[in-house]
């Protein structure tokens, strides 16, 4: 998405909306003009989705990816007792003597913190529960600076922290993870209480961590200048540029600035910045709204909106890039026999995750007899999902989506009674059709359609 031109879009919506004249170009006090009036007193919000969707959304991604995390803690198991087998592991991590020896144990830990941070993440991207809610009690759905700052903030220490370990997972490289471990103990060394430094600091801890600090900055970042540490990708999105890089992922720069939006966007919610605090403070009163299921109000589908969005964006990471820094790391670490069988297991996870979100928010197209829109007859639309949407006269062509996924339906009008049509998948019944649907017509006829399919394919296929 190009965001500037979004921006311009919106800015000059705005300006058109309330009919404010172009001042250009803006100097210092016309900004702070700006900011004094939109940042003291707040419009009113706007629901622009449908809030059942998102919350159906939610529920399906919220647990794909609590799927995807409960395959790792299966696998992590097996990953831990593999790393303890010497007859498991390559030659570079056999023994003591081996440079790479000890990412036998810092690998399993790092994959068990990355578990429970994106744990969080799913306990903090849970869908509404709306039961019980009416007009008199819809104020419990009212979304606070509480609720967005736990959402976003989790969501930040996903992206930070993932990104982050993938990157040390791909290396494997002591200094690296040297410079990134040392420089997480030294400023938690800082305001630790003493109880708390004694169950993590011991003796050759407190010594690694002195000879840290007894290097200048340059020193402990340049490999060169030090024989401890080393960190040759300093900022976020360094990381994230190479981990794209690695993966082979250098067409999906769309998904890498997705990533790297995230991040900043939940960096202004982490740091308490003035954005965040005003959009989310107001104690307003809101406007009441409704579907099927009962009342709502603004806020609850802003944040229902934000909450789908980033569960959206950590799942499709966590399929794209995390799992595959797990096997490129695993690569390195795992005699080749064994690393085959987590390297399936993974890939198995990976490939249904990324298929299962692709049903979300989908376009289907469907072949209806002529005449049938705009007649009274109710009209039945199965969406992929297996939801049937059934589609009443007047038939507003606004109103053809699925409320379970928010796949988007199109038709296509076919003159007289055209039976099937011959798709990709096969013979499909055009609706509103006299035939039966393909799978009640005897078995026989199904497959004497299936051959009429497959010479219209031949024919096709020598034009």
């Not at 919350?55 to 409960?70: A, M």
């Not at 290396?171 to 800082?190: A, E, G, M």
């Not at 109710?378 to 049937?388: H, K, N, P, R, S």
Request: some cysteine; proline content about 3%; hydrophobic content about 35%.
């Amino acid at each position: 998405m190009n965001t500037e031109a979004t921006v311009h879009e919106i800015t000059e919506l705005s300006r058109q909306e309330e009919n404010i004249p172009r001042n250009w170009p803006m100097n210092e006090v016309d900004i702070l003009k700006s900011i004094a009036e939109n940042l003291s007193e707040r419009k009113s919000t706007a629901a622009l989705n449908n809030y059942e969707v998102l919350c159906n959304n939610i529920r399906y991604v919220n647990n794909l990816l609590d799927e995807g995390i409960e395959a790792l803690d299966m696998i992590h198991g097996q990953i831990n007792s593999a790393f303890q087998d010497d007859a498991m592991v390559t030659t570079e991590f056999m023994d003591q003597s081996k440079r790479l020896f000890h990412f036998r144990k810092i690998v399993p830990r790092i994959l068990l913190n990355d578990i429970s941070i994106i744990r969080k993440l799913i306990l903090y991207t849970q869908p509404d529960d709306r039961q019980g809610i009416s007009i008199e009690n819809v104020s419990a759905l009212k979304k606070t600076f509480l609720d967005f700052n736990n959402l976003v903030t989790s969501s930040r220490q996903f992206i930070d922290s993932l990104v982050s370990d993938a990157y040390q997972l791909t290396l494997l490289d002591p200094k690296t993870t040297n410079f990134q471990v040392l420089t997480s103990l030294r400023s938690f060394n800082k305001y630790a209480t003493k109880s708390i430094k004694h169950g993590i600091f011991n003796a050759e801890v407190q010594e690694s961590l002195v000879e840290f600090e007894g290097l200048a900055y340059n020193e402990r970042v340049r490999g060169q200048e030090s024989t401890i540490t080393k960190c040759d990708k300093k900022s976020f999105g360094e990381k994230v540029d190479f981990l794209f890089d690695n993966l082979g992922l250098t067409a999906e720069s769309d998904f890498k600035e997705e990533i790297k939006n995230l991040f900043s966007f939940s960096s202004e919610f982490t740091h308490i910045g003035y954005v965040s605090t005003f959009f989310t403070g107001s104690n307003s009163r809101e406007v009441i709204f409704g579907d099927n299921i009962g009342p709502y109000l603004p806020s609850t589908e802003n944040f229902s909106e934000l909450k789908y969005e980033i569960l959206e964006t950590a799942t499709k990471f966590y399929s794209k890039i995390y799992l595959p820094s797990v096997i490129s790391s695993l690569r390195m670490a795992i005699e080749p026999s064994i690393f085959r069988t987590f390297e399936n297991s993974m890939n198995q996870a990976i490939t249904k995750m990324i298929s299962d979100l692709k049903t979300r928010n989908s376009q289907y197209y469907f072949f209806i007899r002529q005449g049938l829109i705009g007649s009274n007859e109710a009209i039945d639309l199965t969406c992929m999902c297996g939801t049937i949407r059934r589609w009443q006269p007047p038939h507003d062509l606004s109103d053809i989506y699925c409320n379970n996924c928010g796949s988007k339906f199109n038709l296509l009008e076919i003159e007289g009674d055209p039976g099937y049509v011959i798709t990709s998948s096969g013979p499909i019944k055009v609706i509103g059709s006299s035939v039966p649907d393909f799978d009640d017509l005897p078995l026989d006829k199904q497959l004497a359609l299936l051959r009429q399919c497959e010479e219209k394919v031949k024919e096709h296929a020598k034009k």
